[in-house]
Antibody, heavy 119, light 111 residues
Framework: EVQLLESGGGLVQPGGSLRLSCAASGFTFSSYAMSWVRQAPGKGLEWVSAISGGGGIASTYYADSVKGRFTISRDDSKNTLYLQMHSLTAEDTAVYYC??????????WGQGTMVTVSS | QSALTQPASVSGSPGQSITISCTGTSSDVGSYNLVSWYQQHPGKAPKLMIYEVTKRPSGASNRFSGSKSGNTASLTISGLQADDEADYYCCSYAGGSIVWVFGGGTKLTVL
């Protein structure tokens, strides 16, 4: 059974940093592209970032809203996906989901971790 | 990259069929057969219902179907049931560095 478990969310002040983690199990993590998708309170889904799978040097992709502030990475030896977030603003307040990409879609999702940016 | 356009809300009675549209551009929906649809109940993670425009993952009800014409994709739910009441999001591959774009979401109410 595929499991994705996010952690690292919490309350952070504007301008602060946070690192999210997503521990994966139940599948060959290294073989799959992974994404972060977020959802602000009462709002819709927003794709944030993606990283390729398959080994070698991973390709990374970012939404314009986070480019230059967020960094996605993966440690295939630990079956873990990361999202390093810097220069956080109130607009980054959201539930952050990690998701496993299959056939250009996301079949498996974590339960999400809440990030609140507030003073 | 602009979000895909979905109606804010749709409604239907049990047993009826409804269709939710998702309008993009020639750079996303119109260029790729890579539209997916997600169902989300309150407080829950999204659930994949349709991928690659028309395909259903195992576990998704066959009452859900997808289609596309030009820059607009559609999700049809037939034989509406109470549990179908949820938010629905479309998503399209957009290529380049942007990669993915979501619709704003549609709230389905089963009357």
């Amino acid at each position: 059974e595929v499991q994705l478990l996010e952690s690292g969310g919490g309350l952070v002040q504007p301008g602060g940093s946070l690192r999210l983690s997503c521990a994966a199990s139940g599948f060959t993590f290294s073989s799959y592209a992974m994404s972060w998708v977020r959802q602000a309170p009462g709002k819709g889904l927003e794709w944030v970032s993606a990283i390729s799978g398959g080994g070698g040097i991973a390709s990374t992709y970012y939404a314009d809203s986070v480019k230059g502030r967020f960094t996605i990475s993966r440690d295939d030896s630990k079956n873990t996906l990361y999202l390093q977030m810097h220069s956080l603003t109130a607009e980054d307040t959201a539930v952050y989901y990690c998701a496993k990409e299959v056939s250009s879609s996301w079949l498996d999702w974590g339960q999400g971790t809440m990030v609140t940016v507030s003073s | 990259q602009s979000a895909l356009t979905q109606p804010a809300s749709v409604s239907g009675s049990p047993g009826q069929s409804i269709t939710i549209s998702c309008t993009g551009t020639s750079s996303d929906v119109g260029s790729y057969n890579l539209v997916s649809w997600y169902q989300q109940h309150p407080g829950k993670a999204p659930k994949l219902m349709i991928y690659e425009v028309t395909k259903r993952p195992s576990g998704a009800s066959n009452r859900f179907s997808g289609s596309k014409s030009g820059n607009t994709a559609s999700l049809t739910i037939s034989g509406l049931q109470a549990d179908d009441e949820a938010d629905y999001y479309c998503c399209s591959y957009a290529g380049g560095s942007i990669v993915w774009v979501f619709g704003g979401g549609t709230k389905l109410t089963v009357l």
